[in-house]
């Protein structure tokens, strides 16, 4: 297969434009091997983003090796990090700036200056995280099954897999629960409203960024995490104690992992590949930060110059940024443009080149490139991210916004990947079902830490189950099948 896709709700040209464009520019240049081919296709309510099936792999084994030299890899990663930061600095320019006082010509140079000042970190982490969750895990199992007893069944070596490749790390939305909880502690033990209101506002500039994603741009306000601070008070009675059981999570995850590694004697290369998925685990969170902040920063800008031409903003969020400089250059909105890329756009980046299709061209490529499964399917095996056995009515979601109006409680939400803004379905569904996703994805981490059944990697859970199927979730095993 040529592609490896990752599906979502609708995203936005205008929003995609700044990560397509660093792929073409420097992926190949920053990455271990060379990534210069990716797909997007956004067709009705759906999108498609695809690798290069052979280039994503092959970084994926450069990634394996990497974790086997440590100092390469903390060079690696410090280079990551400094990438991250620069992004996150021009973002936060951006969002500080009254942009109502710039000129046409300086909104220009700010969308210029972001893109710029992020290209690195998009070229970078936009590839190397999502190769960590192809083939790694793949390899990292075959190693473990090597290495245990001939004898054991295969529900034994799934269980000691899972135990084992479980990260140790605390997601974001961990942390931001764990501060809200600290608060909720703060006022049962007597302290003042005037210390709530500053703790409350220090929460709201750390996260304010939590509940973005790529299908949407709302940021949390102080009154957003005043009502978080009402659930989680209702939800924890005693907030002690559900700090603790989040602060000792990763504490009892390298605990077990310690007792498998000496009881089954396993060798260093596992030890170098489990530490491996630990790190990214955390960039893992760190990309997600820098996406949505840059992506956000794009989204205030086109906003502003949506208000200076009087045109809605959905209609922009079809222009790549060329075409909104266009715009500001005084060149009239081609509405035509505009409803042929709402029912399918697609961009197409090969090697140097970058073509955007719309109507039949895009349409036909749409048809050759996207393979669709067999829907006689009634079982699927994905890998377990987090345990559990349970039945519901199957959803499925194309992005958090269908995700949000679809789940109630005890539902199975069935998606491609999940976001931070899928946080509030995933807390009513029974079970987490996705497409794609390694053990460092968002849906594996954060359905551990909610404690909700999870199989990720099924590929095609959302092509193969209808709404209303009733489903039994065996997170045990990593399955998912129709009853």
Known sequence: MKWFAFTRGTIHPHRVDAPLRAVRELASKLNLSSVDETLYINRGEKLWWAWDNEQIVRLSKEIIKLGADPLRLQKHFHVMEQYAVQ?????????????????????????????????????????????????????????????????????????????????????????????????????????????????????????????????SMKVKSNDDFKHELGDVENRY?????????????????????????????????????????????????????????????????????????????????????????????????????????KKITAILVKGSDISCFSGSEAEALYKKEIQTAASDIRELKGMSASRGKVQGIARICNGAKDAAEKIKIGDILITGMTLPDYVPSMKKAAAIVTDEGGITSHAAIVSRELGKPCVIGTKIATQVFKDGDLLEVDADNGIVRKL
């Open 87 to 215: 992004a996150f600095k021009a973002a936060d320019k951006i969002h500080t700036t009254d942009l109502s006082k710039l000129s046409d010509a300086d909104v220009i140079e700010r969308y210029e200056y972001l893109y710029n000042e992020s290209k690195y970190a998009y070229a970078l982490m936009n590839t190397d995280v999502d190769a960590i969750d192809i083939y790694p895990v793949e390899h990292l199992h075959i190693l473990i099954k090597k290495s245990l007893p001939k004898e054991f069944l295969p529900e034994k070596v799934g269980a000691i897999s899972f135990d084992l490749s479980t990260p140790a790390h605390i997601s974001y939305i961990a942390e931001e629960e764990i501060e809200l909880l600290r608060v909720a502690l703060g006022k049962s033990e007597g302290n003042k409203s005037a210390w709530v209101k500053v703790q409350m506002e220090e929460i709201t500039e750390n996260y304010w960024w939590t509940s973005l994603g790529w299908e």
């Open 237 to 341: 009675p005693d907030p002690k104690k559900r700090i603790r059981e989040l602060q000792e999570m990763t504490e009892k995850i390298l605990a077990k992992r310690k007792e498998l590694t000496s009881l089954y004697k396993l060798g260093a290369e596992i030890e170098a590949l489990l530490e491996l998925f630990d790190k990214y685990a955390r960039y893992h969170d760190m990309r997600k930060e820098m996406q949505m902040k840059t992506t956000y920063g794009f989204f205030l800008l086109m906003c502003e110059v949506a208000r200076r031409k009087k045109i809605f903003p959905d209609d922009l969020e079809w222009l790549l940024h060329e075409e909104v400089f266009e715009l500001l250059r005084g060149e009239p909105l081609n509405k035509k443009l505009v409803e042929e890329r």
